[in-house]
């Protein structure tokens, strides 16, 4: 039988998440957040707004009868849709939050142990008392973050084997009900979350809930996505012709030799350092469609004018809202994925990276070497260009 939910007193070390609980079971860290990290994330009438535009994915989940019918509407919503929702029952969930409100972005710092290149987005949920969207199973890890309110959590201790939802809704609710240990959460709590084990929460007193969602592709998004890269460069996309065929292959036969073959410049393909370079493109895929296009900020600084900027003592640091990937290839060499770019790396440049991944900040006084190294200037001068990397004067906190 396995243990009730464990409760630590601090997030995990890397060492210790990946050992015991990634993918194996949810965890409960009690005031993880600190009360000035929360009172700067979003609020719920910003939410509210968010949720009246275009671009953000909301969407509403109404409960009644304790639970017994469940309704969901998809948003853009109006002041009125509010209005009509009433003062318990119901939830407003908001997609990709961490791109709309920066602020709230600041939240990924703390899960700097978790694969922060696996980060799908932050969800963020404002629910009235009562509020829930149903026991459920999610594909992602979720490190559920409690704001304002309290929450009561159902945990599953195992991975749910078999998924049956109820039929005919527009959200997937588990058909019956599933063991699991029950907590309440508050303001600064993390409970993690491992995929397809079955939660439910149910809102005590109004409340927000931020999910910190790592999701991981499906094989066929990964050879679709490394398709397409290679067929946007003629010398990689090597057309099959049927080279060394024998009379084995004659008709409608496909030889043992020619399926070998085949499979063989497949496996080949993988692994080459194109794989490399288009892992980290991958990975730096932005959900938010335009995005990337809109990326080049509105006046971008050529080299000398960027150097001299960091000469004055001005610093850089990365947006937390700003994912990069780096890997290296197996000849060693260092790739630095960003916004589905790819860039190669020297290693004085991989150090700075580095620095900057873990939202520490850069300055010429701190990194001296910088100076005579004009590669990896021009790199962060790039970076600097498409919104990657931000200045900011030391001393501004
Ligand atoms: C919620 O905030 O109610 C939903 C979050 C989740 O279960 O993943
Ligand atoms: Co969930």
Same mark, same amino acid.
């Given at each position: ?230 067929? /946007? ?62 990326? /080049? ?80 200037? /021009?790199?962060?001068? /790039? ?15």
């Amino acid at each position: 039988m396995p243990s009730p939910l464990v409760i630590l007193d601090d997030l995990p070390s890397a060492v210790d998440f990946y050992r015991l609980y990634w993918n194996r079971r949810p965890f409960l860290v009690r005031r993880a957040i600190g009360e000035d990290a929360m009172a700067a994330l979003i609020g719920a009438d910003v939410l509210a707004g968010l949720a009246m535009e275009e671009a953000p994915q909301s969407r509403m989940v109404m409960t009644a009868g304790d639970h017994h019918d469940w309704s969901c509407r998809f948003g853009p919503f109006t002041e009125d849709d509010f209005a009509a929702a009433g003062d318990a029952d119901w939830s407003l969930l908001v997609q990709n939050v961490e791109q709309f409100h920066p602020e709230t972005a600041t939240l990924l710092r703390y899960f700097n142990f978790a694969p922060r290149w696996l980060m799908d987005d932050i969800m963020v949920s404002f629910s009235a008392k009562g509020g829930s969207v149903g026991p459920h199973v999610d594909s992602y890890h979720v490190f559920l973050v409690q704001g304002q309110g309290t929450r009561r959590w159902k945990v599953a201790r195992t991975p749910l084997l078999e998924e049956v939802y109820i039929q005919g809704l527009e959200l997937k609710i588990l058909e019956t009900n599933f063991d699991g240990d029950d907590i309440d959460v508050t303001s600064g709590d993390v409970l993690y979350v491992p995929p397809k084990f079955a939660h439910q929460g149910t809102t005590i007193d109004d409340a927000l809930t931020f999910s910190v969602g790592f999701l991981g592709p499906k094989l066929s998004e990964l050879y679709g996505s490394y398709g397409q890269y290679l067929s /946007e460069f003629e010398g990689l996309d090597q057309r099959y012709v049927g080279d060394g065929l024998g009379p084995d292959s004659a008709g409608f036969v496909i030889g043992a030799d020619a399926a070998q073959k085949i499979q063989g410049s497949l496996t080949r393909q993988l692994g080459a350092k194109d794989f490399t370079r288009w892992l980290v493109e991958f990975f730096t895929e932005s959900a938010i469609e335009d995005f990337g296009e809109h990326s /080049e900020r509105g006046q971008t600084l050529d080299v000398a004018a960027f150097g001299a900027e960091l000469k004055k003592g001005t610093g850089l640091t990365k947006p937390e809202y700003i994912k990069f990937a780096i890997t290296q290839s197996a000849d060693g060499e260092f790739f630095l994925g960003f916004n589905r770019r790819s860039y190669s790396l020297s290693e004085s440049a991989t150090a700075v990276l580095h620095r900057l991944m873990v939202d520490d900040s850069v300055t010429l006084g701190r990194a001296p070497e910088l100076l005579n190294d004009p590669a990896t200037i /021009e790199l962060l001068c /790039e970076l600097y260009n498409h919104q990657g990397l931000e200045f900011y004067r030391p001393g501004d906190g």
